[in-house]
């Protein structure tokens, strides 16, 4: 079991590009979630998937950001027009179910400059 | 208002010394968990707990839903458990969707 797989680990874009990041949640894992981490807001959700269907995306900034799960091997988030506040690091996680505890990947850490 | 209010922002330990760590909800919650994350950045999972108390080495939590707060005692510290602590809880209406404490910043000394 190689956890939830994150990629990239860095990614570095210019002000206004698009940047995509990569989650594979545990297999057998029915829950994927997606949170951003930054020293001032701390630990974010953003969104969540059961069983690929998208659940609750409250915590999705509206207008650049956008997740998708279109098998349970993986999910991306995606940020268009990225901006310097969008710098951060963002974490996926997946879990078996309503009740069951998160299992975190490493994480991208998103740098925009 | 911040469901999840987490104390201490930081502690300093010597090796071989205790103490816990608390976080109180302003809400009924679910569960609650424990992460650490450690200096590459990675939450590793402590405990989850729907209720009562669970025990793992040198770590011991707690989780109270009717006086509404959880604790993790760490006994006997160890150079290695430095890092930030985590509680985050889930409650009814956000399905599994958790709300993180602010951290506690640990610092074991020799």
């Known amino acids: 079991n190689a956890g939830v797989i994150q990629t990239p680990r860095h990614k570095v874009t210019g002000k206004g590009q698009e940047a995509t990041l990569w989650c594979e949640p545990i297999?057998?894992?029915?829950?994927v979630f997606w949170y951003r981490q930054t020293i001032v807001q701390g630990l974010e959700f953003l969104t969540y998937?059961?069983?690929?269907?998208?659940?609750?995306d409250s915590g999705m900034p509206k207008e650049r950001f956008s997740a998708q799960m279109p098998n349970q091997s993986h999910s991306t988030l995606k940020i268009q027009s990225t901006q310097p506040q969008d710098s951060a690091v963002y974490l996926c996680?997946?879990?078996?179910?309503?009740?069951?505890?998160?299992?975190f990947g490493s994480g991208t850490r998103l740098l925009v400059i | 208002g911040d469901q999840v209010e987490q104390s201490p922002s930081a502690l300093s330990l010597h090796e071989g010394t205790g103490s816990a760590l608390r976080c109180n909800f302003t809400t009924t919650m679910r569960a609650v968990q424990w992460f650490q994350q450690n200096s590459r950045g990675s939450l590793i999972n402590l405990f989850y707990l729907a209720s009562g108390t669970k025990e793992n080495g040198r770590l011991k939590s707690t989780f109270n839903s009717k006086e509404s707060y959880s604790t993790l005692h760490i006994r006997d510290a160890q150079l290695e458990d430095s890092g930030t602590y985590f509680c985050a809880a889930s409650y009814g209406s956000s399905g599994n969707k958790l709300i993180f404490g602010i951290g506690t910043l640990l610092s074991v000394k020799p």
């Open positions: 998937f059961r069983n690929q269907a998208p659940i609750d």
């Open positions: 297999s057998g894992h029915s829950a």
């Open positions: 996680a997946s879990s078996r179910g309503q009740n069951s505890d998160y299992t």
